[in-house]
């Protein structure tokens, strides 16, 4: 079977019409593709175990080698340019597109690339440059023979070729982006059936590659290429085994693209087609390209001519503007001095070349004056020089500043640079006055601070919003529900606070109250920062300016959740009693209706056949021990939990739950007891999780938590927060009471990279089984499992085998020794049913034997003999009389003698395992 893959692989990849090829990090190639036997004229026997230096010239190898380097320092694909002789002789311009790859996690064991002839796309290039370059000539020689250019001519002429350059930039970025496309695959048998088509092609005719199969292929060809397409297909044999023609395709879209398809015939043994390949790559792009530089080429003359005649349009418009300008000029200097604006022309000097009349007015003549010396009376530059500033950015530059001469006038200038026309840059500063901007602003901010005072004093969440939703200013209690300091919110949005579906339900509102003009009262669900749910109250009205237009809505929410509970409880009231009384009205119908009788037992039978299958089905779906969820639901809803966070970007997050040393519980107070304990912690994990959160058996004392909308942190906060639950838990009844240790693990989408939904599960598993090595009783995530690890030393796959092989020993035997613990720590758990005591001492015991040795800073091994010591240490008390252990007076002399004993009695019973060999002295 494994020949087989390999197999279908080789031909997979030899159907691929561009170079392929893999090799290891080591540089030599592992192999390659027919095409890159044609390219580059050499076999895959000639490539196979050969370095670069042995294939290409040195200067090309030397590339190669120097850029797989930066490749196996950076993950992900790299590409770079370079030449390359082709088998035909011939130098080709080639892209190569390589990317690093590892079989088990470690560092890159190598790399695969691919080569693109990119030689016609760069002769494209060219030839649309030259073209460009034969039009500047020729404008230049049209604009030679004119009087003179103006200056705002030239400035087109500059922004025209700027967009040309533009686009072609686009372009070729355009083209990069296609090219990089993944090709389209079909696989069909002899009678034109589809065998198989990738995700390529299946995203591509809008449909699931399910779809696809066992049909036939016809229907994705265009009618008029259907015959040449399968003319194509039966000249196919040993002689001819590619064909290659182009055709146009509709895609999902509705739209046609050009595809150029290359199709090969699969042969058996005995040399018989036994199927066909099709892979298709899409060269719309090309096929524009070629149809636009024709009409380019075509149109470039006329191009020319029609700029020209623009020209001696605008030369003869030009004396004709110069006049409408000297009176736009007057006009301008009027409309300045009506309006209190001033403008000024200053150069890169800081002196003055202009000043509008009524500013002379007021401040005299600026002739040998610097801006700064006419204005302020200083004798240096302001510190925040806005002409400087514009001069230096080429930019436009708002500022305000203080006219000191004019009682302290307040003016927003707006410095502005330009080139005159020798070329100088200069600035123009429009100067408006602001004063009664400055008034109305400052008393805005009284208004503000009055309206923010009326919010905090409202007990419940309180807030304003203009008319496009966005949040004007809220009280604290609504900061604190969604998070954020009051001030943080204003100028967001619903979108920007609440989950998707809550925030377009709230924006409704606010439309319909706007639309309306009326005040509404709502009750729906509300979010907070926290992911609880409850329901409010909310009561929005719409606000008026004073022309009784609606300029935005406020509104008050108020916590209903209690009252929504207690009405739900009463309706679940009402219809059980309208039940009972529609049971009571069927029994007088029977006895009045005596000969109904039959008809009516029947539709009752019927009623209670449905609720039966409809029990049936959740009991399908249930754990009949705990009654949570069971792993056959699992299943089901992981892979719908993961596409709906997908589709709508939220995170999910998967705990996994695993009591710790459950065995001992089960030997010491038997099976009955251990399913008696299960069904309390799955009560507690209920009582624990969200209400939208889903618990499941996973299996034995195995639970999972699918927690929908929940990030990382977020998971490992409330697997933290179950872990203390179940540690502070007493479980159990009359027959005994124990305390439980539970491991647990975190996985979440998208920080988890993963495909399905049971990928999830399978790392959390994974994880889990790390928590359980190191201990137990602790909760961790892929994060925990990272930093744990060490990135393997660069070196041979067989340093890495035999270390992978250690590896794998070194954890077979912590799962054995893991086995025998649990054994161990079972025949003590007896002890406690012996003597109640014992168990909450033993616990004790642990806690602060741990809290010491955390305290000295010994090492992680250390701490772990002093845990199992711990729980080893009252092991001995099997041997004790139960007479002894139980009584409640005094002890005796003897008594004690007997008591001490017990260390000793416990070391005995653990010295023939070799694995606890370093815990006695600690026992002791």
């Not at 398809?261 to 892979?279: H, M, N, R, S």
């Not at 060269?283 to 006329?302: C, D, F, H, M, P």
């Not at 639950?725 to 998208?750: D, H, M, Q, R």
């Amino acid at each position: 079977m494994e020949l087989r893959d390999k197999e279908f692989l080789q031909i997979l990849i030899d159907a691929i019409p561009i170079p392929f090829f893999y090799k290891d990090n080591q540089g030599r190639y592992l192999g390659c593709n027919s095409s890159f036997e044609q390219h580059f004229g050499v076999s895959k026997e000639q490539v196979i175990g050969k370095n670069a230096f042995e294939i290409f010239p040195t200067e090309s190898a030397e590339k190669h080698s120097e850029k797989d380097e930066e490749i196996y320092q950076e993950k992900g694909i790299r590409s770079y340019e370079t030449p390359v002789m082709f088998s035909d002789g011939s130098m080709r311009e080639a892209v190569f597109y390589k990317e690093s790859f590892s079989v088990s996690p470690g560092a890159p064991e190598g790399l695969v690339g691919v080569v693109f002839d990119i030689t016609e796309r760069k002769r494209i290039e060219r030839a649309l440059r030259e073209s460009r370059a034969e039009l500047g000539i020729r404008v230049k020689v049209r604009t030679a023979e004119l009087s003179k250019i103006n200056e705002e001519l030239q400035q087109k002429i500059s922004q025209f070729r700027a967009a040309q350059e533009e686009l072609r930039l686009s372009e070729s970025r355009y083209r990069a982006i296609v090219e990089d496309q993944a090709d389209l695959i079909f696989r069909f048998d002899t009678a034109g059936l589809v065998t198989f088509v990738n995700e390529a092609t299946a995203k591509f005719f809008g449909r699931k590659p399910e779809e696809f199969i066992a049909k036939s292929f016809l229907p994705y060809v265009p009618e008029g290429d259907r015959q040449k397409t399968l003319s194509n297909i039966a000249s196919l044999n040993r002689d001819n085994q590619l064909v290659v023609m182009e055709h146009r395709v509709q895609g999902a879209d509705g739209n046609l693209y050009w595809q150029q398809w290359t199709g090969q015939a699969i042969f058996d043994e005995e040399g018989k087609i036994i199927e066909y390949q099709a892979v298709g790559r899409d060269i719309t792009k090309r096929k524009q390209a070629e149809e636009e530089l024709v009409v380019y080429q075509q149109n470039l003359e006329s191009l020319v001519k029609e700029r020209t005649r623009e020209l001696e349009a605008e030369n003869l418009q030009r004396k004709q503007a110069q006049d409408e300008a000297s009176t736009l000029r007057k006009q301008i200097e009027f409309i300045l001095g009506a309006t209190r604006t001033g403008l000024d022309i200053i150069d890169a000097e800081l002196n003055i070349r202009y000043i509008d009349p009524e500013w002379q007015k007021v401040y005299g003549d600026p002739a040998g004056k610097k801006c700064y010396q006419y204005f302020m009376d200083r004798n240096e530059a302001c510190a925040c020089c806005g002409v400087k500033k514009a001069l230096e950015t080429k930019q436009t530059v708002v500022s305000e500043e203080i006219l000191f001469k004019e009682n302290n006038r307040p003016i927003q200038v707006t410095s502005i640079p330009f080139q005159d026309k020798d070329g100088q840059w200069m600035v123009a500063e429009v100067n408006v006055d602001i004063s009664e901007q400055k008034h109305t602003e400052e008393k805005l901010r009284s208004i503000q601070r009055l309206q923010q005072a009326i919010l905090d004093n409202i007990p419940d969440m309180a807030w304003l919003k203009d008319k496009d939703s966005r949040f004007i200013a809220v009280n604290d209690p609504f900061g604190k529900a969604c998070g954020y300091k009051p001030q943080e919110i204003a100028g967001k949005n619903d979108l920007d606070l609440w989950p998707k579906d809550l925030a377009l339900l709230y924006r409704n509102d606010d439309q319909e109250v706007m639309r309306t003009g009326k005040r509404k009262r709502v009750e729906e669900p509300f979010v907070d920062s926290r992911g609880n749910t409850s329901w409010i109250e909310t009561i929005k009205t719409p606000i008026y300016d004073d022309q009784k237009n609606v300029i935005g809505t406020t509104g008050i929410a108020r916590d209903i959740t209690e009252r929504k509970q207690i009405e739900e409880e009463l309706g679940k009231y009402r219809n059980h009693l309208e039940k009972l009384v529609k049971e009571r009205t069927g029994e007088l119908e029977k006895e009045v209706l005596e000969r109904k009788r039959a008809q009516v037992e029947k539709d009752r039978l019927n009623k209670e056949l449905g609720k039966f299958n409809q029990r049936l089905k959740q009991l399908a779906l249930r754990d009949s021990a705990t009654g949570l969820y069971n792993h056959r639901y699992l299943t089901e809803i992981i892979e719908v939990e993961l596409y709906r966070a997908k589709r709508y970007a939220h995170p999910l997050s998967v705990i996994m739950l695993d009591a710790d040393y459950f065995k001992s519980v089960n030997d010491a107070y038997g099976l009955k007891f251990g399913d008696m304990v299960l069904k309390q912690l799955a009560r507690l994990l209920r009582r624990k999780v969200r209400k939208y959160d889903i618990a499941v058996r996973f299996g034995g004392e195995e639970f999972v938590i699918i927690s929908p909308g929940t990030d990382r942190s977020t998971a490992i906060v409330l697997a933290q927060r179950l872990l203390e639950a179940v540690n502070a838990y007493i479980f159990g009844g009359k027959e005994g009471k124990v305390k439980l240790k539970v491991s647990l693990a975190v996985a979440t989408y998208p920080e988890d990279k993963v495909f399905r939904g049971m990928d999830l599960i399978e790392m959390v598993d994974k994880i889990l089984s790390k928590v359980k090595e190191f201990g137990g009783n602790n909760v961790y995530s892929s994060l925990d499992i990272e930093k744990g690890k060490k990135a393997p030393a660069k070196g041979r796959v067989f340093a890495n085998s035999v270390k992978f092989l250690k590896e794998r020993i070194k954890k077979l035997d912590r799962r054995a020794n893991q086995s025998l613990v649990e054994a161990v720590f079972a025949f003590a758990r007896t002890i406690e049913a012996k003597d109640h005591y014992t168990g909450e001492h033993a616990e004790n015991t642990v806690k602060y034997a741990l809290a010491i040795a955390r305290a000295l800073n010994l090492p992680q091994d250390d701490i772990e003999h002093v845990r199992q010591a711990a729980m080893l240490h009252d092991l001995g008390k099997i041997g004790i009389s139960e007479k002894i252990l139980n009584k409640k007076g005094k002890l005796t002399r003897a008594e004690f003698e007997q008591i001490k004993k017990h260390t000793q009695i416990g070391a005995d019973i653990i010295r023939p395992i070799q694995f606890f060999q370093p815990i006695i002295p600690l026992v002791l």
